[in-house]
């Protein structure tokens, strides 16, 4: 704890200089996989990359400090060292516990323990002003704990973090259960609800007809001669081993099937391919899609070198990736909406529980008036290359989501106006919160996640002139296969120097 406190207190110091200034700064955690571009400069960054270290137990009440960029592959290997686990472990392993907490982040445990900072019990905070303090839910500082989760790091410096853990298992018995429609996929994930045995569960929708809803439970042991898994260059993606199942389980005319999964592969099931993302790799390089060159590009397909290549090859700026979550009783609505505007598949399926009213995360926003469960339905794919109609889809997206009364994950863009963004979320308390904890040199929540609308629905665009130079460049990078080809070599790199996608300072 002692280089802790040190960093601490150096990171303090400088926020305090940034505050007597009135010097706006941001914050610099060195990885990202956020699909938003970054915006920094070099002298006005508070740096915290070096906060990645998992730093101690407490095995009685089964909690864990952690730093915020840890990502969660090394969060898992440190808990299971010492017989626990996360409540909730987000799908992809870089992810870190400070960007599921300061984002919105869900797996296939929120059905039961709900968004991943519900797992927290407290945070380490430098404030505006350069004071540090401890936030939880059980001292003066509750308001700005809950308003911390979801804001996207817009209220202060997280540097610690407290988690809360449950018992290890090795294994996840996992039952693959075919459906017919959205609707067949919530009543098999309402009556799981109800199984006090159940632990993990999630779905696919590969149509509006043909599904999957996947149900976990740990176990000690494996079912013998049934472990699959899903982290070799010879596994299958697990998105194409569910769909082979549903054929099976059709032509076997059973109503399940069931095998073992090894804890944290389990947990990182959907990285190789990024659940089905790494598709589109294969089809924008006109590249066979089968086991052989899979195998042979299996480097390539996990989320740590697939974020390299999104972001340098500049086509996240082309990619629909949006978490938008329902109520049950508007999912099957709003996918047969999604197939009609997109037809994008497949959908990924989480069921969400919302914290209780006066526990709830900024990112909750105003507007979800129940405590009913939520499905977030994950929609993943290229959206159109004009920049004003993919402005426009996702715009629909985000009206159809107030319009079911749910809400969508702020890790990614966000194309609301400030005015449509206020009406979700409570800016009435979260300024307030701004202003009690000196935050206003850090960039505002709506600054973080809003896009430049180029005019549509009356946003402003930010536009300067072009030089001819700078056209030719760009257009240069626009055009295929170019922008790919230097995504892949960016990626390339990572190869040689382990490490997620970095930022530039």
């Known amino acids: 704890m002692d280089a802790h406190t040190a960093t601490v207190a150096r990171l303090a110091s400088r926020v305090g200089s940034f505050n007597k200034t009135s010097t706006p700064f941001r914050i610099y955690h060195g990885s990202t996989l956020s699909t938003r571009t970054s915006s920094r400069q070099k002298d006005r960054i508070i740096n915290t990359s070096s906060l990645n270290h998992v730093l101690t137990f407490d095995k009685i009440d089964k909690t864990v400090l952690v730093e915020p960029n840890v990502p969660m592959d090394r969060l898992v290997d440190a808990t299971m060292a010492e017989g626990l686990l996360p409540k909730v472990v987000m799908e992809l392993p870089n992810i870190t516990v400070g960007g599921g907490f300061a984002g919105t982040s869900g797996e296939s445990s929120s059905f039961r323990w709900g968004l991943f900072d519900r797992s927290i019990r407290g945070i380490e905070i430098i404030l505006g002003n350069g004071e540090v303090v401890w936030a939880s839910s059980e001292n003066e500082h509750r308001e700005l704990f809950y308003a911390c989760a979801g804001s996207c790091g817009s209220l202060g410096v997280i540097t610690l973090l407290e988690m809360e853990l449950i018992e290890a298992q090795p294994y996840v018995e996992l039952e693959y259960r075919a459906v017919r429609s959205t609707q067949e996929a919530v009543e098999a994930f309402q009556e799981a ?108 397909m996990y989320s740590r070198t697939m974020v390299h290549a999104l972001h340098r090859s500049g086509l996240s700026s082309q990619a629909i990736i949006q978490d938008l979550a329902v109520p049950y009783d508007q999912a099957e ?173």
């Not at 549509?456 to 030089?467: C, N």
């Open 193 to 300: 609800e109800q199984d006090p045995s159940v632990d993990y569960m999630d779905g696919i929708m590969y149509a509006l007809d043909r599904g999957v809803v996947m149900l976990g439970k740990l176990a000690s042991n494996p079912i013998p001669n049934r472990v699959q898994t899903f982290d070799k260059a010879a596994d299958p993606w697990l998105y194409l081993h569910a769909e082979d199942v549903l054929r099976r389980i059709d032509r076997e005319k059973t109503s399940a099937h069931t095998e073992s999964v090894p804890i944290k592969t389990y947990f990182f099931r959907y990285d190789r391919g990024v659940f089905w993302s790494g598709l589109r790799a294969f089809k924008y390089f006109c590249t066979p899609f089968n086991r052989i060159t899979r195998y042979l590009l299996d480097p390539y």
């Open 333 to 505: 609505k709003f996918v047969k909406w999604t197939d009609e505007r997109t037809g994008l598949w497949p959908l990924w399926l989480c069921p969400v529980k919302p914290a209780p009213h006066d526990e709830r995360s900024f990112s909750m926003g105003k507007l979800i008036s129940h405590e009913k469960t939520l499905l977030d339905i994950g929609i993943w794919g290229m959206g159109p290359k004009d920049p004003h109609q993919f402005i426009k889809l996702n715009r629909e997206f985000e009206a159809k989501i107030t319009e079911l009364n749910g809400l969508k994950c702020l890790y990614a863009h966000a194309y609301y106006t400030e005015d449509e963004f206020w009406r979700i979320y409570d800016e009435e308390a979260y300024d307030n919160l701004r202003e009690r904890y000196h935050a206003q040199s850090l960039p505002s929540v709506y600054d973080k996640v809003k896009v430049d609308l180029k005019g549509v629905a009356g946003g402003k665009s930010v536009e300067r002139r072009e030089s001819w130079a700078e056209w030719a460049q760009r257009s240069f990078w626009e055009s295929w296969p170019f922008g790919g080809l230097y995504g892949v070599a960016s990626a390339t790199k990572g190869f040689f120097i382990q490490s997620d996608f970095l930022l530039k300072k």
